[in-house]
């Protein structure tokens, strides 16, 4: 089936970017459009620009940590706890120093409470960041790609921790490398203190390491923990996937080597720090010893280099080369993506090392990706974003993203599990979700006041694509927002 233009246009604006606005010219080449988009992509794009360095909170924050594990108790505590309570009080002082405690107690819940709602707030002036971003970049299509790997590489703000460096992650281990090497990317996330906090890497000691045989003879009963998180979802979600020749104790070895990579300024030997707070730092007194053997290859480095070896190693697998083409051809074309898709696009990135912008030209240039008819369901932020988009909105004005995004089922850099938010239409297209969409939709049309003529936009959102059912509705609507919400919650505008 021939394409025509206006179809080709179509499928450039919506199902490779976020939609369209009112004000945007159709693109007369679809495909340069795309691919001229990776030189206008904005590494730090000014959306981010205002937002407050992670340091000041990171720093007041842990300096908290540290005094509540004084007050327990080094010994006692674990290694970098939350903000919790401390435990139950010792008996009774006397009366002046009871009084003492408790305002000094009561000092301590301040301090919390106020970090708590400073790390609430840097979190949400992030996420109404990330929105305004996606409203007024010109390369739609190469913000598409941040998004799909910041989900790719998924954390979660549920820990305060990960809360304060969630959008210095996307800013600086994501954005720089999009469209760069798979494994720098691979590299830089996780050497990131949101992913070390987030997946408890920090924790990880290998037990033969000078540390941990210390550990082990003061407190023989006391497990010094090899932590297998971040190795685990390294292989099974970042890299090679699920059951992809690698077993247990695969993950085991890799999580031995991974020891050592850690969050510089925190902890007891801070002190001893020769990096900034919340940089990424070798400790090799809590390295494993040894040589590691890995799905069958032994790696002799020492250090942070053996790790490191195993990343490049796992970084340019055919198999991470299928996992990772499987995932974008799924974002991009279909829940089941084409295999014949697949297979070329692993074959792109094999020969090119890891070279993403190779497999984006592939992708962009097969016929499956340019297929009529819309078959991917909007997730919650495409379709929050399409839809202000095409109301002209450059900015949010009294909206707040984060609440928008947490009413639909879709809160940022917070997803059950390290496995990121899925892309299958089931995930989204249930009844209940459907209804807060038409919430929402009203919402933002009761916003636009009258002013945008539904009939006249649905053709410029949905070059070619509007059917005679939709039409007739806008036509038949009792008001012009009614039209307006009617449209944003069409079946042509909830699908790409």
Known sequence: MSLSNLQAQAIALNRFGLGVRPDDAPPAN????????????????????????????????????????????????????????????????????????????????????????????TYRLAVNARMRNALT???????????????????????????????????TAIRPHILGRFEDMLIAVEQHPAMLYYLDQFRSVGPNSPFGARAALRQPNRKTGLNENLAREIMELHTLGVRTGYSQADVTEFARAMTGWSVGGLGPMAAQDNVEL?????????????SRAIIGKTYAQSGEAQARAVLHDLATS?????HISTKLARHFVADDPPPALIDRMSRAFVSSRGGLPAVYRVLIDAPEAWTPGARKFKTPWDWT??????????????????????????????????????DLSASWAAPDALMRRVELAQRFAAAAGGQVDARDLAPRLLPGQVTPATAAALAQAESGPTALALLLVSPEFQRR
Do not use: C
């Not at 006397?94 to 009084?99: E, G, L, N, Q, T």
């Open 318 to 322: 055919p198999a991470t080369a299928r």
């Open 137 to 171: 970049t010109d390369a739609p299509f190469a913000e598409r790609l941040a998004s799909f790997w910041s989900n790719h590489f998924a954390l979660s703000v549920e820990k305060p921790q990960v809360g304060i460096y969630a959008a210095d992650f996307e800013l």
């Open 385 to 422: 974003v399409s839809s202000l988009r095409a109301l002209g909105r450059r900015d949010l004005g009294k909206m707040d993203a984060s609440s928008m995004l947490n009413q639909l089922g879709q809160p940022i850099w917070k997803p059950g599990s390290p496995a990121g938010y899925d």
């Open 30 to 121: 679809p495909k340069k459009w795309l691919l001229d988009q990776f030189d206008r992509f904005e590494v730090k794009p000014a959306a981010f620009a205002a937002l407050p360095p992670p340091g000041s909170l990171a720093r007041a924050y842990f300096q908290e940590v540290g005094e509540l594990i004084k007050k327990m108790g080094a010994a006692a505590a674990p290694a970098m706890p939350a903000p919790t309570p401390p435990p139950a009080m010792p008996p009774a002082p006397p009366p002046v120093a009871m009084a003492d405690d408790m305002r000094a107690k009561l000092q301590r819940q301040e301090r919390r409470q106020a970090l708590n709602v400073e790390v609430r707030d």
């Open 278 to 290: 919340g940089a990424f730092m070798f400790r090799s007194g809590i390295h494993e010893p040894g």
